[in-house]
């Protein structure tokens, strides 16, 4: 693989380290990219017979620094992602920048445990107060389309896609249906 089409791992590692909690935007296919560049590596060093030859030196060089610099990036990114979703979890509002940095595995990882994290919060929150809830109905809908992530009447973040079946309080599911984004289910006891 020529040298202008590689990713510069080490690149993007110095950008990373730069912005301490912000994410370096990547393109959408970055972590199979990287994978492609590594295999393509150590197959290249794998048909160097010489294994003592400078060639093959370089090429193991390469591949280390390739492995250890894309370990350094995954470990960064998924603590700055840990961050977010924590902050987001906590009734903050979202960064869609930031967001948008990430690519789709990392945006499912974080939509994971920004859910996790915002449920747990709650529940702990919940049994610290007692908190009441402002509304003792709650209506079960299945969503008609994806919904930006928004904090409800019970003051949790729900980040809710197309065809998702949720639990809202009345007055957040009653602005979904009458906006045509979700449809009332019927729960029979």
């Known amino acids: 693989m020529p040298d202008s089409s590689r990713i510069k791992l080490n690149d993007i590692l110095r950008d990373e380290r ?9 393109e959408n296919g970055f972590y199979e990219t990287v ?9 290249e060093k794998r048909r160097i017979e010489d294994t003592y030859s400078t ?10 620094t390739a492995r250890k610099a894309i370990d350094n990036i995954v470990e960064r990114r998924t603590a700055k992602i840990i961050n977010l979703a924590s902050f987001h979890s906590s009734s903050k509002p979202k960064e869609q920048r930031e967001i948008d940095s990430m690519t789709p595995g990392e945006r499912e990882f974080y939509n994971k445990l920004l859910k996790l ?9 919940d049994r ?14 299945r ?11 019970d003051g949790r973040n729900y980040t809710l896609a197309k065809e998702d079946v949720a639990v ?22």
């Open 35 to 43: 994978a492609a560049q590594i295999r393509e590596l150590d197959d």
């Open 168 to 189: 809202l309080s009345a007055v957040n599911a009653k602005a979904l249906i009458n906006r045509n984004a979700a449809i009332q289910i019927s729960v029979k006891r």
């Open 128 to 141: 610290i107060f007692s908190k009441k809830d402002i509304s003792k109905e709650y209506i079960v809908v």
């Open 117 to 125: 994290m915002t449920g747990y919060r709650g529940e702990l929150m």
């Open 18 to 26: 730069k912005t301490r909690s912000k994410l370096v935007p990547l």
């Open 143 to 153: 969503l008609l389309k994806d919904i930006p992530t928004f904090v409800g009447a």
């Open 55 to 64: 060639k093959y030196a370089i090429l193991e060089d390469d591949l280390k």
